[in-house]
């Protein structure tokens, strides 16, 4: 691969993606476009390249672009943000939403599934106590290939020892040969759908909390600005923002704050987050 | 330092788990089957079990059930290690007792996430 392909690649990834790959990745694009490119009936890198200059390379972009997302995930990941989630914002909220009882909550790079459905989990572990009311979870990824494999629900032996307790592997999966699969009732609490962070967030609704953890990382500054107020908008004014644990908003926006001796919690800054006041979003059909 | 029995027939396994967990700052000691873990318990009660379940004499689970019963013998925190990996088992196993259950073949990232789990960590 020439110095000029990897420019090639690094700018078409970006500017698909976000995703910003650094002059030393040339090893980690390699080591993952070459089964792409052999996939395609290709000889190497300069080749794949050269056909993603050409015309109708949409489909092949689509898949280089996928197999340079990181999508490693695990159950209740870093457990801290279900924490929060179970002991902070599910309080907080149903004391909020009490008279509406429906809460809407955005997984912004879901990958395999393991973060909606470890909500899903809780949720359900909450029984009675959320009984009778309506909690939709969208969880959406730009990566097509992994949102398959959340919809299935089917992990392995190692995916389900790393951060799930077993008293939950044994409530919540069946066993499926060397595998195991997610109950049907906890894969129908989570819908999923394709989607690029770097486009238009209207028609997603707006949300009480958002998941968007570990993929800001990735980006450079402006587009994590971007992304962050873009989200500030659809976050409701007493909602919450969950990042990752090397992800702030510090220095980035003044939409959220982070909530304090709540590492990785962030709410909305008044006056700034939510298009419309509550009321108004309510009488809008949200 | 808190302290954790490793009890598994094969000496492998046990270096390996000895490894991982030494790692993890536990002090380890070793027994090769339920009734050698039962001893090592009698002469000093461990904060952690990681325990097989298939042994010569007796086997990790007639040891957690004896375990539970001896003076002292709630208080250690036991995470089954074992290729017995259906649900069966599992559900046998926490039943008398155990806090939770590696499904073998395990790594460094599953026995750190487990002693998390039940707050070894």
């Known amino acids: 691969m020439t110095p000029l392909d990897y420019d090639f690649l690094r700018k078409l990834v970006k500017q698909r993606s976000g995703l910003v790959l650094s002059a030393d990745k040339q090893y980690l694009v390699e080591s993952r476009l070459l089964p792409v490119a052999r996939k395609a009936g290709l000889a190497g890198l300069s080749e794949l390249v050269q056909q993603l200059r050409g015309a109708n390379a949409q489909a092949l972009a689509v898949e280089v672009v996928e197999a340079m997302m990181t999508n490693e995930s695990f159950f209740f990941r870093d457990r801290l943000p279900f924490e929060h989630f179970r002991n902070t914002i599910m309080p907080s909220l149903m004391v909020a939403r009490a008279a509406q009882r429906r809460i809407r909550i955005w997984c912004a790079a879901a990958s395999t599934g393991q973060e909606p459905y470890s909500l899903a989990m809780c949720l359900k572990e909450m029984g009675p106590l959320v009984a009778g009311w309506r909690i939709d979870i969208l969880a959406t990824d730009i990566s097509n290939e992994v949102l398959e494999k959340a919809k299935a629900g089917i992990y392995s032996q190692f995916e389900v020892q790393r951060g799930l307790p077993i008293q939950m592997l044994i409530r919540h999966f069946a066993q499926l040969g060397e595998t195991w699969q997610i109950s049907p009732e906890i894969r129908a609490m989570v819908q999923y759908k394709p989607f690029n962070l770097l486009n238009d967030f209207a028609g997603l609704g707006m949300f009480d909390v958002v998941f968007c953890r570990n993929v800001l990382i990735y980006f450079d500054q402006q587009t994590k600005v971007g992304v962050l107020d873009r989200i500030a908008r659809l976050v409701d004014r007493d909602g919450y923002l969950l990042l990752g644990a090397a992800e702030t908003v510090v220095g980035l926006t003044d939409s959220f704050r982070p909530v304090a001796d709540r590492r990785g919690l962030y709410a909305p800054n008044a006056g700034v987050c939510g298009a419309a006041p509550r009321l108004a979003a309510i009488a809008g059909g949200r | ?121």
């Open chain 2, 1 to 121: 330092m808190k302290t954790c029995l490793v009890v598994d027939d094969s000496s492998v396994i046990r270096k390996v788990a000895r490894r991982i967990l030494e790692g993890l700052e536990f002090e380890i000691a070793e027994a090769e089957d339920g009734e050698q873990a039962l001893e090592a318990c009698r002469s000093r009660m461990p904060d952690a079990v990681l325990l097989d379940w298939n042994m010569p004499k007796m086997d990790g689970y007639e040891f957690l059930r004896s375990l539970r019963r001896m003076p002292g013998g709630d208080a250690p925190k036991v995470v089954f290690c074992t290729t017995e990996n259906d649900v069966a088992h599992i559900a046998r196993a926490l039943h008398a007792g155990a806090n939770e259950y590696i499904m073998k073949p395990f790594d460094k990232e599953i026995v750190e996430a487990k002693f998390q789990e039940v707050g070894l960590l």
